[in-house]
Nanobody, 116 residues
Framework: QVQLVESGGGLVQAGGSLRLSCAAS????????MAWYRQAPGKEREFVARITTGTFPNYADSVKGRFTVSRDNARNTVYLQMNSLKPDDTGVYYCNVIDVRPTTYWGQGTQVTVSS
């Protein structure tokens, strides 16, 4: 069984920063990509950032230049550094992992709230 454990969410003022972490554990096969999605109240889940083995990271237009996704392969952990946060960044942030088979896994989500 595979578990994704997210941490780092919280309440921050606009312009502030947060760093999210997601660690994958258990019987996880070789990871191909690790990503972050988010869901604001009343809205659908949307893509935020992804880092795939052998390629450059890619980002949603709304976060380019402010967010940075990185990965520690030895720890099966993905990070999301979020700077210059805006109230529109508020939502539940979900970790997404896809292995090479491919099988997709989701974390339980961590709340990020940005106050104006």
């Amino acid at each position: 069984q595979v578990q994704l454990v997210e941490s780092g969410g919280g309440l921050v003022q606009a312009g502030g920063s947060l760093r999210l972490s997601c660690a994958a554990s258990g019987s996880i096969f070789r990871i191909n990509s690790m990503a972050w999605y988010r869901q604001a109240p009343g809205k659908e889940r949307e893509f935020v950032a992804r880092i795939t083995t052998g390629t450059f990271p890619n980002y949603a237009d709304s976060v380019k230049g402010r967010f940075t996704v990185s990965r520690d392969n030895a720890r099966n952990t993905v990070y999301l550094q979020m700077n210059s946060l805006k109230p529109d960044d508020t939502g539940v942030y979900y970790c997404n992992v896809i292995d090479v088979r491919p099988t997709t896994y989701w974390g339980q989500g961590t709340q990020v709230t940005v106050s104006s």
